[in-house]
């Protein structure tokens, strides 16, 4: 089993790296641009973001001119913005996690220094790298946040998680201690709920065109076509007040069947 992973990670790396000289995209750019200046750090990008929640924290006490002020103070909020750039990049392009890599990512989660906002973030970096490529030390990271107590910070890991769990399955069930997670992560209540209700949501997405084909194709020219005095939704009396018989109309020309599905 161990050789068999070894080559399905070997293929994934030798795959990527075949396309990094001459595919176009983004994703391959920025792969380019690391080549030749890797990005910096977890650590140097952690303390740069718990600096911007000081820095924000002490500009009004520094700097008592209004003007003075507003500058400086943009000039942190673009810092923090080249930052948060610099770690979505970063976490995005990444191949494979190291041990120290994966830990140092986790520290900026568990920092009380960083925003919600930005944590969020690196979990969303840590998706779209999970559906470039394999790499098991950010599925742990996902599973290990599903149960984080910042709850933008968790709901984020479980859309992640599910859209990961959706593409690797096949690969997943090769890796033990994946697969004992994902079983205690079952065993929590809030999130099989949160699980529930993701799964949902992404099932009436894969609905909304068919909704939208049958509102434009059926269910509006209905609405139009049986107007001029035939749909009795506005009082003649009073434009502003709803006539009570609507309901009735609607039943009686089909389109409340309609709407109802």
Known sequence: NDILLATYELTDLADITLQIPHQGGIYFDLQRTFKQRPAVSYSNLLMRLEAFTEDIGT???????PNQRKAETEKICQNRENTLDELFNKTWTSLRWSDAEASEAQQI???????????????SAVMLSLLQIFDKHKIHFL??????????????????????????HSRIKNYAQIQSQ????????????SLHTIYMQIAMTKTTPQVSKKMNEDIIPGIIK???????????????DINPDWEKWMDNSGLGNKLRE
């Open 59 to 65: 500009v009004s006490i520094l700097y008592t001119n």
């Open 143 to 168: 599973i290990h946040n599903c149960k984080n107590e910042d709850i933008q910070v968790n709901q984020r890991a479980i859309v992640g998680l599910v859209l990961v769990l959706e593409k690797h």
């Open 226 to 240: 049986m107007q001029g005095g035939k749909a009795p939704f506005i009082d003649k009396d009073d434009e502003t």
């Open 109 to 123: 989660i568990d920092s009380l220094l960083v925003g919600s906002n930005d944590k969020a973030i690196l979990i």
């Open 182 to 193: 994902l079983s205690l992560l079952t065993d929590d209540e809030a999130f099989c709920k």
